[in-house]
């Protein structure tokens, strides 16, 4: 039937109606919140490209939890800076590095049992030249060095299971990384740590605000030699295809809005848990926007978390996690 007996607006008239026939929906436990972990104490350092965000210390990060369960959000993402860095990334994989410490302190608050705690999987923050893996020098010039990456990874994602980590989360992007972490975690006995694989990290424009939270950018070079290329969605699918055959639980789409057709397609094509990040160049950018007052503030943020559900992604990696759980 046609109009007048088909009137699309009689479900939309009031906001109760609108409830009941909502089809997406999300939840502050829907949500994962990114902590950026540095040395000492009392430490609330903002970052400048990121209105909200903070370096933080352990006792900081640990209030900031405390907050975090209190809304009800689903888990933390940790990152760390390091009191030093070297070309083996030593702080990523120490038993005394300062994610693993956090881990600790967080285990042993009642935050611990309500959040799940995720250990981002990566070298940059811990490397000199701020690359994802070994460098090495060839007639070419410098080249990142895949395979015996692998090991400090996998040594990497071990240490931070040790000490507390829920779940583990590579983001580096080397080849045949999730092997090599599921063998070293399962050698270790840590045989039920889940693997969260960043599946089809994008080479982004949009990490820029980022690499000052973590203080991660490459000292030379790019990392479009192993971050994929933002062209290609059939490598994006043979990406997710192959970290789900090397043994990941669960995949990590990054970046969330620009590569919302990938988000779909991984929905509709494997069944294991999705999940969006909302990185740092998204949440930047609508920051920038609520202070010029050219968007609603509360509208955009809900409104940009929904599109990510909408698209199939199962929870969300969001810096807005606690202002979203706060209007939901």
Not at 60 to 83: K, N, T, Y
Not at 281 to 300: H, N, P
Request: glycine share 8%; net charge negative.
């Amino acid at each position: 039937m046609g109009f007048p007996q088909n009137r699309m607006r009689r479900l939309r008239r009031t906001e109760p109606l609108r409830a009941l026939v909502r089809e997406t929906t999300i939840e502050p436990g829907d949500l994962i919140y990114p902590l950026f972990i540095c040395p000492g104490s009392g430490v609330r350092q903002p970052v400048g490209s990121m209105p909200g965000v903070f370096q933080l210390s352990i006792d900081e990060a640990v209030r900031e939890a405390e907050q975090a369960a209190s809304l009800g959000i689903g888990g933390l993402l940790l990152f760390g800076l390091p009191d030093t860095k070297d070309d083996q990334a030593t702080g990523a994989w120490s038993d005394d590095g300062i994610v693993q410490q956090a881990l600790r302190a967080l285990k042993k608050t009642s935050a611990a049992g309500q959040l799940v705690l995720i250990a981002d999987v990566c070298l940059c923050e811990y490397t000199s030249h701020g690359h994802c893996g070994i460098v090495v020098q060839t007639p070419e010039g410098f080249e990142i060095d895949n395979d015996p990456s692998l090991a400090l990874l996998a040594r990497t994602a071990t240490s931070l299971a040790k000490a507390g980590a829920d779940i583990v989360a590579p983001s580096d992007m080397m080849d045949g990384r999730i092997a090599a972490i599921r063998h070293a975690l399962d050698a270790a006995g840590r045989t039920q740590t889940p693997i969260l694989s960043y599946a089809s990290k994008f080479a982004s424009a949009f990490y820029g605000p980022f690499r000052e939270a973590a203080e991660s950018a490459p000292q030379f070079g790019d990392r479009r030699s192993y971050q994929m290329d933002g062209a290609n969605f059939r490598e994006a699918m043979l990406e997710i295809e192959l970290d789900l055959d090397e043994g990941a639980d669960m995949i990590l789409m990054k970046p969330a809005m620009p590569y919302l057709d990938v988000v779909r397609a991984a929905r509709d094509s494997i069944q294991v848990p999705i999940g969006a990040y909302q990185v740092s160049g998204e949440y930047s950018m609508l920051q920038a926007a609520f202070e010029k007052g050219w968007l609603e503030r509360d509208r955009a943020i809900l409104e940009s978390l929904v599109s990510m559900r909408r698209a199939g992604a199962d929870f969300i990696v969001t810096y807005f996690a606690e202002d979203a759980a706060k209007l939901l």
